[in-house]
């Protein structure tokens, strides 16, 4: 990427690139490491018209598509409904699932629908590893969401891992275990944020974890990681993607009551921008003060007299932030060894509860 | 004499930003920017197909500028090539 589309980028474009949009956060499993802290659905929910209204101001700001997850968002009974009407305004959908509800009926309605993506969560290549972190007979659910996708002729669909220290060295397995479904492998990060900030010390890949993952990424260009890993970039040439933090630049999150966040990984009061329910998204996109202020040129960071700042810009905002670092501090999982010096203990934070306090 | 029309992949979703447009591809699920600020006027003239030589024209761009544009298009599969009708196309 070259110079003036970088700042381009780091200045914020008319809409978001990626909007995650958590549809709920009820959820049947209790996976170790989720991001959300999901379980129970959240007081206030937004409504299917206003969940239906919503898609509308995707479309009309040019959103081209819409990360759905959760929480399960196949909980949601107007979950159907909600594709349905997003794929008829042109607002393509790649949602997360645990597997669950993906039977062979759901299935072949997806299969029929355009502009549809379907990521189905996997944390092991067997039951064993997998279960492990997100609970007994997940596994078998989820092969057999993929086994109902491949028989109703569903195209392409992903197999997401969170990159864990259980993991990491059976990426070969994870990848021939996608192949046989006809699906591709998608590996993200583990953020110690919602109950990843209590596994976070178990679960973390350590420094040759992290090592060995770059260069099995870097050999495998069409394994996705939805930008997750730039902030190893200094180990190699940088993977594909933008290789930058985009909370509020290119990416945003709205949560299931409407609350808008800079980045999926922060749903914490201090990254809320505003509610869609007082403020159109579109307006806070274009003017929140919080989003203006991740728009704006980052003054001098402790990282910026590393050699390795260019590649790696500091890292993931959201890591830092739930292990006690400030914005200017290494990445907690910085590769040139200078996290320990600023990283303290994980916080916890329960997005959930935060959010209702807010209200 | 080359007579080409150039069509809108109807797969494809343009939005304005400051450096050009942002496109996706919904076939391909492929994200990408094109840097140039002529690819929205193109992609509305092509949006019912439209004769190069017409676009090159209504668009007021220099003939090399014009052609790497489109040809980045047409290697992104943004615009679909046809001959028009009645036409012929040089070897």
Known sequence: MNDSLAAALRAGLTAPICLTWELTYGCNLSCRHCLSDSGSRAPGELNTNEALELIDTFAEMGIFYVNIGGGEPMMRRDFFSLLEHAVSRRVGVKFSTNGTFLDATAARRLAGMDYVDVQVSIDGPDRATSDALRGRGSFAKAVAALENLATAGFADPKISVVATRHNVSRLDELEEMARGFGASLRVTRLRPSGRGAQSYANLRPTPEDNRHLFRWLSERPHVLTGDSFFHLSPLGDPLPGLNMCGAGRVVCLVDPVGDVYACPFTIHPDFKAGNIRETGLAEIWRSSGLFTSLRSEPGPTGCSSCSAYASCQGGCMAAKFHTGSGPADPDPECVMGRAGATASTVVSIRPRRAAAATR | ?91
């Open chain 2, 1 to 91: 004499m080359r007579r080409e029309r150039l069509l809108l992949n109807p797969r494809i979703s343009l939005r304005e930003e400051s450096f050009g447009a942002l496109c996706y591809n919904f076939s391909t699920r492929e994200l990408f920017l094109v840097k140039s600020r002529l690819v929205l006027k193109l992609a509305e003239l092509a949006r019912c197909g439209v004769d190069r030589s017409v676009a090159e024209a209504t668009l007021g761009a220099s003939p090399e500028g014009f052609d790497r544009l489109v040809e980045a298009l047409l290697a992104r599969k943004v615009l679909l090539l046809e001959e028009a009708p009645g036409g012929h196309r040089d070897e």
